[in-house]
Nanobody, 114 residues
């Protein structure tokens, strides 16, 4: 299973970005897909996820600003990020759970300038 993330970049505070992540390879059923982020020197932190039934979870720091969505047919997950803040700067990793198995993408850099 491979995850390919894209959509990162450099934006100014208040602007928006949309991250995409497509899963490929053989797996039967998506349990959940989501996003984590990491800055140097800190642990990877949860951002958002969507469960196969459609329920979503968000970190408090992004609620109301970020929206996670999934395309089950394309096996892709998206993260629409609005009202970006400098503290959102990080490498964003997509995550796929299939049953109890965890898969990670390679990460995409998001930089928000003030």
């Amino acid at each position: 299973v491979q995850l390919q993330a894209s959509g990162g970049g450099l934006v100014q505070a208040g602007e928006s970005l949309r991250l995409s992540c497509a899963a490929s390879g053989r797996f039967f059923r998506i349990t959940s897909m989501g996003w984590y982020r990491q800055v140097p020197g800190k642990e990877r932190e949860f951002v958002a996820r969507i469960i196969s039934g459609g329920a979503t979870n968000y970190a408090d720091s992004v609620k109301g600003r970020f929206t996670v969505s999934i395309d089950n047919a394309e096996r892709a997950v998206y993260l629409q990020m609005s009202s970006l803040k400098p503290e959102d700067t990080a490498v964003y990793y997509c995550n796929l759970m299939v049953g109890s198995r965890n898969y990670w993408g390679q990460g995409t850099q998001v930089t928000v300038s003030s």
